[in-house]
């Protein structure tokens, strides 16, 4: 998570790859996303191929909003600040001798998690034309899998 959030602009990380992106928009292009769709099923549907961008991108955009790219990554700088990240680098990465103030908890975990989710969630449907999910889901009705017997019964007899 901290290298994924790192600003400097040497590192390979989400931050600098929105940066990028925001100060480089038109790469993610409405004709650059039809691309992706050629040799597929979808290819000749256009309706489909332009209301899929319309929905990512925004209605009748030719490619990305920077200022969206910009909320995209002050939602990254909200991690940095996060008490998280100054734990992993004061205690973790390295020693500091003064003791951090709050320890996080697992619900900052859970909420820069959820936040990294969703925003490389957002941008491989842009990058790739698909859907991925990143985290497992639970499964409704989750008490399924132990109604189902998994070891047969023994034959009397044998």
Not at 120 to 141: C, G, M, N, S, T
């Amino acid at each position: 998570m901290r290298r994924l959030v790192d600003k400097d602009l040497r590192s390979i990380s989400l931050y600098t790859l929105l940066e990028d992106i925001k100060n480089n928009p038109e790469i993610l292009s409405r004709k650059r996303y039809e691309e992706l769709f050629k040799g597929t099923s979808s290819a000749e549907d256009h309706n489909y191929i332009n209301g899929c961008f319309d929905k990512l991108i925004g209605k009748g955009k030719d490619y990305i909003d920077p200022e969206g790219v910009q909320k995209d990554i002050c939602s990254l700088c909200e991690i940095r600040a996060d008490s998280l990240i100054n734990y992993v680098n004061k205690t973790i990465a390295h020693y500091d001798k003064k003791k951090i103030k709050r320890l996080p908890t697992v619900a900052d975990l859970n909420k820069s998690i959820d936040l990294l989710e969703n925003l490389v969630e957002k941008y491989h449907a842009i990058f790739y034309a698909e859907v991925i999910d990143l985290l497992p889901r639970q499964q409704d009705p989750w008490k399924h899998i132990f109604e189902i017997p998994w070891i047969p019964k023994k034959k009397k007899g044998h």
